[in-house]
């Protein structure tokens, strides 16, 4: 972002949640947010036509509710891996005559590494062989262990298809957004992200834009990814035209001069001109990088990259054949864990590694492991351009080995002190502008230019430090053996006498095993 300032406490509101739904497909995702849609929006609006923008608002008691109409893990995911977390609550729909099913648990392990609380619409109650206690069993199961069990997971039962107990969802959803606590500063600049964006044939780029911070006004200059322009008309999701729009407002957005994709953050900024100059300089980035986007990123610098705080984190998708599997990798895995690396599975599934897990791998910073498995053709596209380890396997301890060895390089290195070389100092000079210069005979193993000097007289330690310069007569050398005379410099130090023994020492890396 251009425009990312703080923003003090004392400027902050409250603002509305952001609702993503999620859930197995046809346990009724669909159905619940057109329900919702129809029951607050529509009938308190007379005559209100709805207008499909990608995200909608509603308006319960007073308190706004803003949801992203395109249901599913994955869109959320992969606007997630572009740097965009624009949901702030997911709902979990699970058809009660269904159960938890491979999606449902995918989109819970996503909603769970994207940190974003899970309220859990337990669906199709209406139907005869509805089992709702056998779906917050199964929940159970998977860490999600509802209020009413003692556990903090809100479970609600629906009928999205009859709208019934619709108000409760949306009340537990105000409940929990309350907690949050979820705030924004209205009165700055905005910025946001593209929830979809095309192109209209009449209209130009026509981009849906969820407001983050700020309030976006018709007129901001602004950028969103390699697209530029200025807001020329807004309008929402009941095709009402507006001049403002504020936190967690999701809007149409008319004047942009490309169309963006999903998942750009979108900013306003003080002119057309900064606008199309920050346009500009990341097309030309994204070009250079599609130049240079041919070498596949190895394991341990991505090993580097997940280096987060002092606790360190390797985040691991675990796909394998069967389930017997994928739960033997998992417990080997975490078993890898010490005080200092947390390793984490983030998802474990049966089938091969998909696109989605490749995206909630460049999410979550994490790597797959394929037992028995293989990524499809698209999976593995995606993960060259996230740049996704995906490592497969067809022995297990071989999978526990790699993670094991590069999990070593995510310690961080001990040091042991190695002694080079001793030196006695038999003159000293005064070299103007340079300091004090000790003429020295070396006595045994050899002087570095690169290694540290330790500074002995009468056997104790006077000085410890760095040598500033190493010379055969007026050259600079890179090293001196044993035998032969040199002048040192000691870096900041002057205070160097005749009788002095130099100890010559370096710092050797040794690598650290679990
Ligand atoms: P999605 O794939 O999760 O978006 O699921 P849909 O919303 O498309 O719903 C799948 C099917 O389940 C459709 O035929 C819906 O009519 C039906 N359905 C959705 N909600 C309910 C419900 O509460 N009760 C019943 N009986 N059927 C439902």
């Given at each position: 972002l251009v425009n990312d300032i703080e923003d003090k406490e004392e400027d902050l509101e409250l603002r509305p949640p952001v609702i993503t739904v999620m859930g197995h497909v046809d346990h009724g995702k669909t159905t619940l947010l057109?329900?919702?849609?129809?029951?607050?929006?529509?009938?308190?609006?007379?005559?209100?036509?709805?207008?499909?923008?990608?995200?909608?608002?509603?308006?319960?008691?007073?308190?706004?509710?803003?949801?992203?109409?395109?249901?599913?893990?994955?869109?959320?995911?992969?606007?997630?891996?572009?740097?965009?977390?624009?949901?702030?609550?997911?709902?979990?729909?699970?058809?009660?005559?269904?159960?938890?099913?491979?999606?449902?648990?995918?989109?819970?392990?996503?909603?769970?590494?994207?940190?974003?609380?899970?309220?859990?619409a337990v669906n199709k109650i209406d139907r005869p062989n509805a089992q709702p206690d056998r779906v917050k069993q199964e929940l159970t199961e998977h860490g999600l262990v509802p209020e009413e069990w003692g556990g903090n997971t809100i479970c609600v039962n629906v009928s999205a298809l009859k709208k019934e107990n619709l108000d409760e969802l949306l009340e537990m959803i105000v409940l929990t957004a309350e907690m949050e606590e979820l705030k924004a500063n209205p009165n700055r600049a905005a910025n946001g992200v593209i929830i979809e964006a095309e192109l209209d044939r009449g209209r130009g780029p026509v981009a849906t834009v969820l407001v983050n911070n700020g309030t976006l006004k018709v007129g901001d200059a602004i950028v969103a990814g390699v697209a530029s322009g200025r807001v020329r008309a807004m309008v929402n999701d009941r095709g009402e035209r507006l001049e403002e729009a504020g936190p967690a407002t999701p809007v149409e957005v008319l004047g942009l001069s490309d169309v963006p994709n999903a998942g750009d953050l979108?900013?306003?900024?003080?002119?057309?001109?900064?606008?199309?100059?920050?346009?500009q300089k990341r097309k030309d980035k994204k070009r250079a990088d599609e130049l240079t986007r041919n070498t596949t990123v190895n394991l341990d610098d991505l090993f580097s990259q997940i280096q987060q705080g002092d606790v360190k984190e390797?985040?691991?998708?675990?796909?394998?054949?069967?389930?017997?599997?994928?739960?033997?990798?998992?417990?080997?895995?975490?078993?890898?864990?010490?005080?200092?690396?947390?390793?984490?599975?983030?998802h474990g599934g049966v089938g091969g590694v998909t696109e989605t897990d490749v995206m909630l791998a460049s999410a979550s910073n994490a790597i797959i492991i394929g037992f028995n498995v293989r990524p499809g053709a698209n999976a593995r596209k995606v993960a060259e351009k996230e740049k996704v380890d995906i490592r497969t396997y067809r022995v297990i301890y071989k999978a526990i080995d790699d993670v094991k060895s590069a999990m070593e390089g995510l310690l961080d290195p001990d040091y042991k002190e190695i002694v080079l070389g001793q030196v006695e100092v038999r003159q000293t000079f005064k070299v103007p502008k340079v300091g004090v210069i000790a003429g020295a005979y070396v006595t045994n193993g050899t002087v570095n230019r690169n290694a540290k000097v330790r500074l002995l007289r009468d056997g104790k330690i006077v000085h410890e430090g760095d040598i500033g310069s190493l010379k055969r007569f007026q050259n600079d050398v890179r090293e001196v053996a044993e035998g032969y005379e040199c002048g040192i410099g000691i870096e900041g130090y002057n205070d160097v006498k005749e009788g002095d023994i130099m100890e010559i020492y370096d710092f050797e890396e040794i690598k650290r095993t679990l």
């Open positions: 057109d329900a919702i849609r129809e029951t607050e929006v529509t009938a308190g609006e007379a005559g209100g036509i709805t207008q499909h923008i990608g995200a909608y608002q509603v308006d319960v008691d007073g308190q706004k509710i803003t949801f992203l109409d395109t249901p599913g893990h994955e869109a959320f995911t992969s606007m997630r891996a572009r740097g965009a977390q624009a949901t702030d609550i997911a709902i979990l729909v699970v058809a009660a005559d269904d159960g938890i099913m491979p999606q449902t648990i995918e989109a819970i392990n996503h909603a769970k590494s994207a940190g974003v609380p899970i309220i859990v979108l900013e306003a900024v003080e002119d057309d001109q900064s606008a199309r100059g920050v346009a390797l985040n691991i998708v675990v796909k394998a054949d069967v389930q017997g599997s994928v739960e033997a990798v998992k417990q080997s895995l975490l078993k890898l864990s010490t005080d200092e690396v947390e390793v984490n599975i983030i």
